[in-house]
């Protein structure tokens, strides 16, 4: 299939393109390399030995994406990543994340429904659960408002999708709700660029054991948990990636009009204690830390039910946290 991947030089992206090529596809990406670099591009060539096509630009520019469309002739589908992901950054701009998030999305499913291509894979978040009443959660718990202006992208844009799928009966999507991704490709050659100060805990944690930050800071150990850190549902960006390439596939064999909703974790919850432990016992280094306060906005725990992607569309998450922070160290390393 011949797939559009929205932001494919990201982190996510990357590797997406990486396991789309590997399983016979042909992604065209559309980047304008905010929060990406070009020679991650040459790093898919490394990996793969093919170098997929690109196309410089924003998603929200409306000439450059018809353009875009009509030169790729017969596009099978989309998987629209290209988004502004920061939650502190969205409170301190909250026009340029709904500008960004909302207008791509938008001029990306004009031109999907203009030519009549369906199949479109949404990236969206765990982030749209809030605070949960229990765990594992299942698609059918509850959205929360959002606490910050990211995740109310993601909401609005879920509605959207869901009112275009009743609305046009050419149309065919996916939002696929991700957990905590981490880790890196197998290889070390492309991996996560957060830019600055690391917000999620894995590069931070990397980038503390390569001696760029002197230590990490557990946000919080007061919290109702086995150890009283936090705990998430870390999955590993190579499976990440995956289910993107089984969501397609079951996409394309559903009847138009067609919507559905996906977890997309490991249904494991593992605290951040864990993670610094198991880290420092794959990778045999030490990683200093101390305890510091919870993050404000933070919740305690927070893990996916997959088992309707598992039974549905037949995918699950085959590696573990310690392949993913193996692999997360190699990259850092690669990056160092
Ligand atoms: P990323 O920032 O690494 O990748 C996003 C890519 O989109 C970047 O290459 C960026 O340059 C590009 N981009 C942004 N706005 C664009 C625009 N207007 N036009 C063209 N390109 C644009 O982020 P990621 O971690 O790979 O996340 C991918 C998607 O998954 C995002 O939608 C994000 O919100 C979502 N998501 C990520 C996480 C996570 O923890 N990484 C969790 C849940 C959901
Ligand atoms: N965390 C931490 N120190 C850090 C970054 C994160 O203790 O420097 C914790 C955070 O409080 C949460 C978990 O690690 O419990 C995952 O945080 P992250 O920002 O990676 O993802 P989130 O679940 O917030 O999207």
């Known amino acids: 299939m011949k797939i559009l991947i929205t932001g494919g030089a990201g982190f996510i992206g990357s590797h997406t393109v990486v396991e789309l090529i590997e399983a016979g596809h042909t992604p065209i990406i559309i980047d304008n390399f905010s929060n990406s670099e070009k020679w991650i591009i040459d790093r898919i060539e490394k990996i793969t030995g093919q170098k997929p096509t690109v196309y410089e630009g924003d998603c929200a520019d409306k000439k450059f994406i018809a353009d875009v469309f009509q030169k790729e002739k017969n596009i099978d589908g989309v998987i629209h990543f290209a988004a502004l992901k920061a939650v502190g950054e969205s409170m301190e701009k909250p026009l340029?994340?709904?500008?960004?998030?909302?207008?791509?999305?938008?001029?990306?499913?004009?031109?999907?429904?203009?030519?009549?291509?369906?199949?479109?894979?949404?990236?969206?978040?765990?982030?749209?659960?809030?605070?949960?009443?229990?765990?594992?959660?299942?698609?059918?718990?509850?959205r929360q408002p959002a606490t910050n202006p990211y995740g109310n992208t993601k909401s609005i844009i879920e509605d959207i999708i869901r009112d275009l799928a009743s609305a046009d009966k050419n149309f065919s999507a996916l939002s696929l709700r991700y957990f905590n991704p981490i880790g890196a490709h197998s290889s070390g050659l492309i991996g996560e660029l957060p830019k600055g100060t690391p917000n999620n805990l894995v590069p931070y944690l990397t980038q503390t054991a390569a001696g760029k930050r002197k230590e990490l800071t557990i946000f919080g150990d007061d919290y109702p948990t086995p150890d009283g850190t936090g705990v998430r549902d870390f999955i590993h960006v190579v499976d990440l990636a995956r289910a993107h390439i089984a969501a397609l596939d079951y996409l394309k064999k559903q009847p138009k009009p067609f919507y559905d909703i996906f977890n997309i974790g490991t249904g494991k919850g593992t605290s951040v204690k864990e993670i610094i432990e198991t880290f420092e016992k794959i990778n045999r280094v030490k990683v200093p830390y101390k305890i510091g306060p919870r993050r404000p906005g933070d919740i305690a725990a927070c893990w996916a039910d997959p088992s309707k992607i598992n039974k549905i569309i037949g995918w699950r998450a085959e590696k573990t946290i310690a392949d993913a922070l193996k692999d997360a160290w190699k990259w850092e390393k690669n990056i160092s």
């Open 96 to 142: 340029e994340y709904y500008r960004n998030n909302l207008d791509s999305t938008m001029t990306i499913l004009e031109e999907i429904t203009r030519h009549k291509i369906g199949n479109f894979v949404f990236s969206s978040s765990a982030t749209v659960y809030g605070d949960p009443k229990e765990n594992p959660i299942p698609e059918i718990a509850p």
